[in-house]
Nanobody, 125 residues
Framework: QVQLVESGGGSVQDGDSLRLSCASS????????VGWFRQAPGKEREFVAA????????EYVDSVKGRFTISRINAENTAYLQMSSLKPEDTAVYLC??????????????????WGQGTQVTVSS
């Protein structure tokens, strides 16, 4: 199994940047694809970004393309989400998720096996 802990959230202003981290306590982090999701109050969980186990393939929701970058350093058992040009509509709890099995990058919550508890990102105008 793999355990995930997010960090790096906070309160910022419109246009600022944040870097979220997803630290794994597992021993086989490199075997899992990683995704970032977010959930705002009163809204359903939304896919944000995903990265393959090798880090060679990535995918983003249209609303964050050009602003967010997902990455990973397997030797450090850590994945990242670099967020720039943040907007108030980015405000949400951001959750890191991991899945085994390989295949195409997944965008649905049901495709992921392990989840962190999330970190709050608040963007004020």
């Amino acid at each position: 199994q793999v355990q995930l802990v997010e960090s790096g959230g906070g309160s910022v202003q419109d246009g600022d940047s944040l870097r979220l981290s997803c630290a794994s306590s597992g021993r086989t982090f490199s075997e899992y694809a990683v995704g970032w999701f977010r959930q705002a109050p009163g809204k359903e969980r939304e896919f944000v970004a995903a990265i393959s186990w090798s880090g060679m393939r990535t995918e983003y929701v249209d609303s964050v393309k050009g602003r967010f970058t997902i990455s990973r350093i397997n030797a450090e058992n850590t994945a990242y989400l670099q967020m720039s040009s943040l907007k108030p509509e980015d405000t949400a709890v951001y959750l890191c998720a991991a899945r085994s099995g390989g295949g195409d990058l997944a965008t649905a919550s049901r495709d992921y096996n392990y989840w962190g508890q999330g970190t709050q990102v608040t963007v004020s105008s």
